[in-house]
Every structure is written in structure tokens, then in C-alpha cells.
């Protein structure tokens, strides 16, 4: 668990929770055949989750959010 003040800092929660969801699913694609494409999947969708987070608060967004496609 994050060693936060209870109040502000959500931004951080945000962030480590999506490092949190990360994890499992990596761990998942070293046993994959095509390990990196799963890699891959798997960042790209823990990004999106955590930016659809990000957009869903009143705050300055991660600066990746903002970005489209393969950038």
C-alpha cells in the first residue's frame, strides 16, 4: 500500500494503480508464445484505463494522455 496522506495525491493513486493492474498481466505474458505482443496489449490497455480515469476527474491529466494512436 501507498504510504500517502489521506487527502490529495490521488493523481499517485491513480498511477500506481495502473502499475498495480500491470503486473499480473505481464507476469501473464511470459508464459505467452508471443510474449511482447502480449506486453504490448497489456500496457497499451492499462494506459487507456488509466487515462480514462485521468479524463474522468477535474485535474491536469498525465501528459501521455493526451497523445492518439502509436504515439
Excluded at 8 to 29: I, S, T, V
Excluded at 44 to 59: I, R, S
Amino acid at each position: 500500500p501507498l504510504l500517502l496522506p489521506p487527502n490529495g495525491f490521488a493523481h499517485l493513486r491513480r498511477q500506481a494503480a495502473a502499475l498495480d493492474a500491470l503486473r499480473p498481466r505481464l507476469n501473464a505474458c511470459c508464459r505467452h508464445h508471443a510474449p511482447l505482443p502480449c506486453a504490448r496489449r497489456a500496457w497499451t490497455d492499462v494506459l487507456d484505463g488509466f487515462c480514462t480515469d485521468e479524463f474522468g476527474v477535474k485535474t491536469r491529466q498525465f501528459h501521455c494522455c493526451r497523445r492518439h494512436g502509436a504515439a
